[in-house]
């Protein structure tokens, strides 16, 4: 069977991302990071959907970004704002961009796929409903492709194309939700909210997000909420 490599956050993206590598029929092997975040409890979150699609391995990284600092989520001292959709979607930056994080955690990806022997990376970075992060954007990705052939052996030596796959870079967080739903996905499992409370505070900016997409599917939220 097919090899992937899955960044499995255990957020909603993340978890639709590894549900559609599911449905194409590749053998899975996520890869999620504890990096000091804030949210550490996604983590939690992406251990039982590693479980719930009972993978052979789930592998998680220890790198502390809060050691660099600089955002919302790795920084204690930065508060994290409650959400604007509307400043979203002018593609501002917040301070809960993390820096660097998606290059690393795709360079680490990388690594992986090459030792295990996967020729797919999926990752659920998305370029409409998001939070005008630099590093989801498709011109990251594309730039991120050129080094993965010819900074590894697979690429350089080996003729092996390992290939990033962004399943959701053009869809809405509804379409997302109605993705998720549709390939039964355990979304019951997932975790969004930065500021990593038992529930969700329903006012960041990735919970109101959220709530956008599933009130637009049409779609009840399985996860529970302080302020709803």
Known sequence: MKKAVVLLSGGLDSTTCMAVAKEQGYELYPISFNYHQRHSIELEGAKKIAQFYNVKKHLIIETNMDQIGGSA????????????????AHNEIPVTYVPA?????????????????????????????????????PEFIEKF????????????????????ETPLQNLSKKEIVQ?????GAPLQFTHSCYKGGA???GVCDSCKLRLQGFAE????DPVEYENM
């Open 199 to 201: 529930k969700a505070c």
């Open 73 to 88: 989520l790795t920084d204690e001292a930065i508060e994290v704002p409650d959400g604007d959709v509307e400043k979203a």
């Open 101 to 137: 994080r998606n290059l690393t955690f795709l360079s680490y990806a990388l690594g992986y796929a090459e030792v295990i022997g996967a020729d797919h990376i999926f990752i659920g970075v998305n370029a409409v409903d998001y939070s005008g992060y630099p590093d989801c954007r």
């Open 145 to 164: 492709q050129a080094i993965a052939d010819y900074a590894t052996k697979a690429g350089a030596a080996d003729g092996r194309h390992i290939r990033i």
């Open 179 to 183: 993705l998720g739903s549709k390939l």
């Open 217 to 220: 599917a049409g779609v009840v």
